[in-house]
């Protein structure tokens, strides 16, 4: 009998741990990828916050397809990156973002391109805690995006079965962003703005300010090259240094203004470069060009593209003033010359209650200064303006060189008064050696384009920091007396704080040769043991009376 009820001891001791050693998952060797990710926008602009608060990923990976994206980083490419699908993963709560981006645009349809246009807009108008991140395409993460696309359309097709399997099984992909250092402000970013002048033949002469920013914004400030906004304003500007010098360096040919060139910074900040530039020479007026006889400001932001250009002002020029005589030299050069390009004159009053300006001139317009911006956009709220995707694959060098000849010789026929001596309106002043010429755009866009031009990125990383240097150095040339002014941050008062760890190592691990369970399964796990183990509980406790009642079954059935 002791015998027999020893016997039966062990069966429970088996019984008891037969199935959690079933259940027990083996502990596999991981394979991990390091790549490199960049973090999206973030900053307070006059104390509202944009862009992601977050900075650390610990999740596992899904698609954007997947019903289940609480608490996983969801990955996407450029078409799967729509408004509706960011705001369902800002629905799920999501732990992340993770945004892959293909190196090379040119084979990307261009509706692919203005659609992830919009949803970058959108995102970069608010505040967000989930973090976002953008990587570019390579093998490693192409093959994990379309293991997570497979693994979504092998599951079965109730939608219910679909949660349920998401929410108990994973695919192993692990992404993490992990930085022990909290995201901390930047509170000594500065802004430079260069400036130089050709002086004009005479005295107590008229000014006119060409101007354009050099800055660019996007997404992610790594990623934010600003081929067309505004590389193709810088790249009109400094070729228009060049023709001008060789116009100034001769005293007969030496037009009877002063001409004023600045590069600005901070442009896509409220062009707070410009702001704090002219409020630096209204404090010195008697030293400064910037005095009542500035004849206008000529801003050149985004002019790489597009069929025709739009001449944004304040206020519409009064018959008779230079303003309006240039705007005329502008008419007459295109109809001469591009008949087929259409210019049209966009009036937006300037609201001082708001703290923001949409375009360059407005800084000026503020201070009664006459100013206008050509641009091939008519809306200043247009995406291309603060897009990663406004890289030098976008840029068509034809247009760009149209509107470069376009500006020159409307400002020298205006400086010359040409019309009123008579002169042909089909006469081009800039040719021969002094021509316009494809190869030198192509390679000052090539040479803006190939780095980030982040306000946050130009005095503090290597590769911008040199750019910045390398401006300086090319109006040096042509350009008497370049100085730069550099603007300090208001510790006080801010008006912009940028923040740090814009570029993050990634690690992406997966468990080889078998599944993952995530903590779902864990919980769900938790729950079938618990149950077991009542079970077994219950069975100890009747043990004797399930023994005998199941004795005597047996002997009735041996009897029948």
């Not at 009642?549 to 059935?557: G, N, V």
Request: with cysteine.
């Amino acid at each position: 009998m002791a015998e027999r009820k020893a016997l039966d001891w062990e069966g429970v001791i088996i019984l008891l741990l037969l199935p959690p050693l079933m259940l027990q998952t083996a502990t596999l060797p991981s394979a991990s990828y390091e790549f490199s990710a960049c973090r999206m926008q973030q900053y307070n602009l006059h104390q509202e916050k944009y862009g992601c608060r977050g900075a650390i990923v610990v999740a596992e990976a899904r698609s954007v397809d997947d019903p289940v994206l609480t608490r996983r980083c969801v990955v996407m490419r450029m078409l799967d990156f729509t408004v509706h699908s960011y705001q369902e993963v800002l629905r799920q709560n999501a732990a992340a973002i993770l945004i892959l981006l293909p190196i090379n645009l040119t084979a990307v349809p261009q509706d692919v391109i203005q659609n992830f246009m919009v949803s970058e807009a959108n995102l970069l108008l608010n505040s967000t805690l989930i973090p976002v991140y953008v990587a570019l395409e390579d093998r490693s993460l192409l093959s994990m995006y379309d293991q997570l696309k497979i693994e979504v359309a092998s599951r079965a097709s109730s939608i219910l079965v679909r949660v349920f399997t998401s929410m108990l099984t994973t695919n192993g992909y692990q992404i993490l962003v992990s930085n022990n250092s909290p995201i901390k402000p930047i509170t000594d970013t500065t802004i430079i703005t260069l400036e130089g002048v050709l002086p004009g033949a005479g005295e107590d002469l008229p000014t006119i300010v060409v101007t354009a920013h050099y800055d660019s914004f996007g997404l992610a400030p790594w990623l934010s090259y600003g081929a067309d906004s505004n590389g193709s304003g810088v790249a009109i500007l400094l070729e228009l240094v060049r023709l001008f010098h060789h116009l100034y360096s001769s005293p007969w040919s030496q037009p009877p203004y002063h001409l004023l060139f600045t590069l600005t910074g901070g442009g896509k900040y409220n062009f707070l470069g410009t702001k704090r530039w002219i409020e630096e020479h209204m404090d010195h007026a008697e030293s400064s060009l910037l005095q009542d006889n500035v004849a206008f400001v000529l801003c050149l932001d985004t002019l790489a593209n597009g069929e025709g250009l739009f001449l944004h002002v304040s206020r519409p020029p009064r018959p008779g003033s230079l303003q309006y005589s240039y705007i005329q030299q502008l008419e007459e050069v295109i109809a001469s010359r591009f008949p087929w390009v259409k210019l049209r004159l966009v009036h937006k009053k300037i609201n001082l209650g708001e703290s923001t300006v949409a375009w360059e001139h407005e800084q000026y317009s503020v201070h009664r200064i006459p100013g206008f911006t050509v641009s091939h956009l008519k809306d200043p709220q247009a995406e291309l303006r603060g897009s990663i995707l406004d890289t030098i694959s976008q840029i068509d060098i034809r247009k760009l060189k149209r509107n470069t000849a376009i500006i020159a010789e409307s400002l020298a026929r205006f400086m010359f008064n040409l019309s009123s001596k008579g002169s042909p309106k089909e006469l081009q002043l800039f040719k021969g050696h002094m021509d316009i010429q494809d190869s030198r755009l192509s390679a000052l866009l090539s040479f803006l384009s190939a780095v980030p031009r982040a306000t946050q990125l130009l005095d503090r990383e290597p590769g911008p920091l040199l750019l910045v240097r390398s401006l300086e150095q090319q109006l040096s040339q042509y350009l008497q007396q370049v100085h730069r002014h550099t603007f300090r941050p208001n510790h006080r008062d801010p008006e912009v704080t940028f923040f740090d760890q814009m570029k993050e190592p990634v690690m992406m691990y997966r468990l080889v040769d078998k599944e993952v369970k995530p903590a779902a399964f864990d919980l769900f796990l938790g729950g079938c043991i618990s149950a077991y183990l009542g079970i077994v509980y219950y069975v100890i406790q009747h043990f004797g009376n399930l023994y005998t009642r199941l004795t005597r079954l047996a002997m009735r059935t041996k009897q029948q």
